[in-house]
Every structure is written in structure tokens, then in C-alpha cells.
């Protein structure tokens, strides 16, 4: 007699999600079958059945360098608590995620340093001594700015402050232009607050180990070699250092997408929920009556088995079987909900609503008008750093005696991005035909910075004049006329394109108000 053990509602299942206790359970069931135990545990039976049916690994949390998503929002909504971590987290999602690196890159790479030295006259009595000085002046700071050479770095600044909120840099000052080296924020921290938007740092000389030591500029190691405080602490001079801060309104380093990691995890997951789906949809399930009469089995456990493993062997591995004296039917696990929604896609546009940035950026589907002014509110944070950046800029200006009572001078990056540089271009050339002095701010939107315009103007217009003045205008259909007989008005049509009505015209002349005055 086969006796069957129900399983004890009072008493909590034995888990089977180790593989361990998965093969014991499995075990217990095949000595019944084969006829060495006569008993069975009925609740076994069940979770292992549901073990073999279940997607393995298809629903799993996601993680992120071993932080869930739960504890990456705690990271974003305290970040205090977390420290340096957060920078790890950032760092390591620009590396793995696409979205999250193409986001970055796309705000980053967006920037384009046009610059102007604008003068504020505080005075309106100017000798001609005075004049001259001026001159001088304005000259030698066209020089030093020229040397910071930011054109060249705007892009690796914007990327570190877009990744990791903050920039440190040490800014070498001896060769023909400045040399930055952008330190790992690791090792740096924020000292104090210099002038609006410019911060000062040190570094912490006890985190530098030896093989990134020898990486380091030989000015650096210098400085940290002559360096022995107490608490390890480097303060970096002003005139050598780069440090700004997207998110300027604390001090805790705070990654401008740090929230957008939770939306990235999410997709991951709806990617796997989606190719559950899949997975599931092609899965049946086929059940194989057992033969009974008078409620008895009429075949024995063998058999049984052995047609089963007929079956198994003949069907594709998505299809499962199982023997049961009930009715039989054939079981699809294909969704019927015709209003089934595409999640991943769903997840996708969430995470981009989240950081307030248009889907049409990253290949999705939008309006053109969405798009542009979307675009426009793009350029209003890098506009943000271009502002940050002057104000470094006016504070070095400042430590190298650039400071005058009856003028100033003044460094202005033109607000301009690779989406829009031909519209700033044209307004420039506006302003420039109507007479306003903004010469200099034409030639910087055109990619002439003001020591190259000074430079080209004594080029062509005194040292070599005789050069250019003899150059003619290209000839072509616009810069050259038809001859003197021309009388204007299209060309002629041929002959045989011409009407009846058209070749009495020609022949009569009748064009001509003269001859038809009679």
C-alpha cells in the first residue's frame, strides 16, 4: 500500500534553495518511485516540482558594486554618511553603463571655450601716457590668457565635474602654456572657499602610495616632499590649483547622476523580467494520463517511468512533462493580455524624465520642438561651469597683479555649445554690421582668440599688406558680368523651346516698349 504524508500546515517548509538539501528531496522521491521506500513526503514532492519549474536566476536583485538599490538611494538621499564611496560608485557606473557614460559624455562634450577680454573703464580721462599703458597691459594679459590654455582642457574639466562633482587639479605654470594634472579625487578635499565659485584643496600626502607617487608632476612631488605636516594635509597653493564644484551649495562630494543609478538598475532588471517572459512564452507543459481502474493504477512505477523518459527524450527541452492519473492537457504559459507594455522601453524613458534630459538625446523617440528646448536647458548647467570658470580665471588674474584703478580687464566665455555655435556666430555678425564694437567677440566665435586677431591684424595689415592688397576676388558668376551689350533680364530660351507666340515676339522685337508704341 502506498502511503501518502501531507504536509504539516503548523510547522514551517524546510527550504530547498540550496543545492544540497534540492538533491536530498530529489533522492527521497526517486527511492519511492523505484520501489525502496514506500512513502513519500507530499510537500517534498511539491517544492521540488516547483523547483524544476521555476526560472533560475531570472528575477534576482541587481547590485552595484554591492550596494542594492535600496542602499544606492540611502547613498543619494545621505551621502554625507558615505563618503568617498559615492565617487567609486560613479566611477564604476561611467565604466559599465552606456546610458549612464553616453550622459556624461553628452553634457561634457557639449562644451566649447570661446573666449573675449572685455575692459571696464572706470575713468574718462585717459592721457596718451596712459593710453599707452593701457595698450601694454591689455596685451600682457591677452598673453596670460592665452597661456592657461583652457580651450584644450573645458572638456576633461565638464567630464570630471559631470562624474564626480568636483575637479582637482594641479596647474603647472612653467612651460610655454599650463600644464594640468587632474589628481584623483581619492586623495583630495576641499579646504576652503576662495572667491565665488572657486575652491581651494589640499591633499591627503598619507593616501598617496608609492607607484601613483612617481606618476605625479615634479613640481607636486617637490611640494609634497618639502611638505611634513602633522595630519598628512598639503595644502595646494591658489596659484597652482584648479578645484570647482558642480553641486556648489554644499560641500560633500555629490555626483550630478548619482539618482539616475537606481533608474539604470531598473532596466537591468525589466531587461531580465522581459526575457523571463520570453523564456516562458515558449514553455509548455505536457501532462500523461496514468491508466486506473477502480481508482487503482494498472501500471507499475517502471513502466511509468520508462514511457516518461521516452517522452523526455523526444521532446525539446522547453517543453516538460509530467505523469498524473488526473485528465490530461497541454499547458502554455504564453501571456493572452493584449495590453502587455513594453517595460523595458517604459524604464528607459522613466530614468530620462528622472534627470530631466530628452529620450530623443539617446536615440529615442521624440518631438523636434521637445527636443531643441530640451537641448536649450541642457546648455543652461554648462553655461553654469563657463561662469565657475571665470571666476578661476579673475582670481588668478588677481595673483598675478592684474589690478588697475582707472580699468579693468576682463576674461568672458562667450555661452555657446556645439549645438548652437552657427546661431551665435550670425547674431555676432549682426551686432557687428549695425556698429557695435565687438570685433574681438566675433573672431572668438569664429575660433580666433585675441592674441591670434592681434597677431593676423599685424600680419596682413602692416608686415606683409603689399602681400594681401594685390590678392584679386575669385571670379565666378557672382563677382563677374556678361559683358557691357548685357541689358540684364534672364538668358534667352532656345529656339525651339520657343511658342508660335514667343518666336513673334523675338522676331518683331516686340519686348522692346519701343516697337510697340505705333
Not at 558642480?246 to 560641500?251: A, C, I, K, L, S
Not at 549682426?430 to 575660433?447: D, E, F, W, Y
Not at 558668376?477 to 511658342?499: A, K
Request: hydrophobic share 35%.
Amino acid at each position: 500500500m502506498i502511503t501518502i504524508e501531507t504536509e504539516n500546515t503548523n510547522s514551517t517548509p524546510t527550504s530547498l534553495s540550496d543545492a544540497t538539501s534540492l538533491t536530498t528531496a530529489k533522492e527521497n522521491i526517486e527511492n519511492f518511485l523505484t520501489g525502496k521506500t514506500k512513502t513519500f513526503d507530499y510537500a517534498e514532492f511539491a517544492r521540488v516540482v516547483k523547483s524544476e519549474l521555476k526560472f533560475n536566476n531570472a528575477f534576482t536583485e541587481h547590485t552595484c558594486m554591492g550596494f542594492s538599490k535600496k542602499e544606492i538611494i540611502e547613498m543619494a538621499q545621505n551621502p554625507e554618511r558615505y563618503g568617498k564611496r559615492i565617487l567609486k560608485l560613479s566611477d564604476y557606473m561611467y565604466r559599465k553603463s552606456g546610458y549612464y557614460k553616453r550622459l556624461i559624455d553628452y553634457f561634457a562634450n557639449q562644451a566649447v571655450l570661446r573666449y573675449t577680454v572685455d575692459t571696464k573703464l572706470y575713468t574718462d580721462k585717459l592721457s596718451a601716457k596712459n593710453k599707452t599703458t593701457l595698450k601694454n597691459n591689455y596685451i600682457k594679459f591677452l598673453a596670460f590668457a592665452d597661456k592657461l590654455n583652457l580651450s584644450n582642457e573645458i572638456h576633461n574639466i565638464t567630464k570630471a565635474m559631470f562624474k564626480n562633482d568636483v575637479v582637482y587639479a594641479y596647474v603647472d605654470t612653467n612651460g610655454m602654456n599650463n600644464t594640468y594634472h587632474y589628481l584623483d579625487p581619492m586623495i583630495c578635499e576641499i579646504s576652503s572657499l576662495i572667491d565665488g565659485n572657486v575652491y581651494g584643496f589640499y591633499i591627503q600626502k598619507n593616501k598617496i602610495s608609492k607607484s601613483k607617487f612617481i606618476t605625479l608632476p615634479p613640481a607636486l612631488q617637490e611640494l609634497l616632499d618639502k611638505s611634513n605636516p602633522p595630519d598628512g594635509r598639503v595644502i595646494v597653493p591658489y596659484e597652482n590649483s584648479l578645484c570647482l564644484k558642480y553641486n556648489n551649495d554644499f560641500v560633500t562630494p555629490y555626483p550630478p547622476f548619482l539618482m539616475m543609478i537606481t533608474d539604470i538598475m531598473l532596466i537591468d532588471e525589466y531587461k531580465d523580467l522581459t526575457k523571463a517572459q520570453s523564456i516562458n512564452d515558449a514553455y509548455k507543459l505536457l501532462t500523461m494520463k496514468i491508466p486506473t481502474k477502480d481508482g487503482e493504477i494498472t501500471l507499475d512505477d517502471g513502466l511509468i517511468t520508462t514511457f516518461t523518459s521516452v517522452v523526455l527524450d523526444t521532446v525539446q527541452n522547453s517543453i516538460g512533462v509530467i505523469t498524473t492519473p488526473f485528465d490530461t492537457a497541454t499547458e502554455e504559459f504564453s501571456s493572452s493580455n493584449a495590453d502587455d507594455r513594453d517595460t523595458v522601453s517604459d524604464a528607459i524613458s522613466w530614468a530620462f524624465k528622472n534627470v530631466g534630459v530628452s529620450e530623443a538625446l539617446m536615440s529615442g523617440a521624440s518631438s523636434g520642438s521637445e527636443l531643441k528646448y530640451s537641448i536649450i536647458n541642457d546648455s543652461g548647467d554648462v553655461f553654469r561651469i563657463y561662469r565657475m570658470i571665470e571666476n578661476w580665471v579673475m582670481l588668478q588674474a588677481n595673483l598675478h597683479k592684474f589690478v588697475y584703478n582707472d580699468y579693468r580687464f576682463v576674461y568672458k566665455i562667450i555661452d555657446m555649445t556645439i549645438f548652437n555655435q552657427q546661431d551665435i556666430a550670425d547674431k555676432e555678425s549682426s551686432l557687428a554690421q549695425n556698429g557695435i564694437p565687438n570685433k574681438t567677440r566675433l573672431c572668438a566665435v569664429n575660433n580666433i582668440s585675441p592674441v591670434e586677431m592681434l597677431g593676423n591684424s599685424l600680419i596682413e595689415n602692416e608686415l606683409f599688406a603689399d602681400t594681401f592688397s594685390n590678392w584679386s576676388v575669385l571670379q565666378t558668376s557672382y563677382t563677374q558680368s556678361n559683358g557691357s551689350s548685357d541689358e540684364g533680364g534672364r538668358p534667352q530660351m532656345d529656339e525651339t523651346d520657343l511658342s508660335d507666340s514667343g518666336s513673334n515676339t523675338r522676331e518683331n522685337d516686340t519686348n522692346d516698349k519701343a516697337n510697340r508704341d505705333y
